[in-house]
Nanobody, 123 residues
Framework: QVQLVESGGGLVQAGGSLKLSCAGS????????LGWFRQFPGKEREFVAA????????YYTDSVKGRFTISRDNAKNMVYLQMNSLNPEDTAVYFC????????????????WGQGTQVTVSS
């Protein structure tokens, strides 16, 4: 089992930056694909970014390419999402996830999920 806890969400003005962190515990997740997802009010959760075990492959949904950067530190069991040039359309609850598989460039069917952290971008 892997437990995931996100932190770093909050309120930021448009154009600003936030860095989300996700701490894993229970077992090493160095072998897992890790990802970030977000959920808009009234919508299903959607894929944002994913990273392979050795950080050699990164995947992003089109709307965040060039603005968001996913990274991981396997020694610390951490995964991060650096979010720059935020806009109000990025307002959502952000979740980290572990496991699953890549379908094209999208992470699917993750085994473990965090509880989510709210990101609000004001205009």
């Amino acid at each position: 089992q892997v437990q995931l806890v996100e932190s770093g969400g909050g309120l930021v003005q448009a154009g600003g930056s936030l860095k989300l962190s996700c701490a894993g515990s229970g077992r090493s997740f160095s072998g897992y694909l890790l990802g970030w997802f977000r959920q808009f009010p009234g919508k299903e959760r959607e894929f944002v970014a994913a990273i392979s075990g050795g950080s050699t492959r990164l995947y992003y949904t089109d709307s965040v390419k060039g603005r968001f950067t996913i990274s991981r530190d396997n020694a610390k069991n951490m995964v991060y999402l650096q979010m720059n040039s935020l806009n109000p359309e990025d307002t959502a609850v952000y979740f980290c996830a572990a496991g699953g598989y890549l379908s094209g460039s999208t992470l699917k069917d993750c085994n473990y999920w965090g509880q989510g952290t709210q990101v609000t971008v004001s205009s």
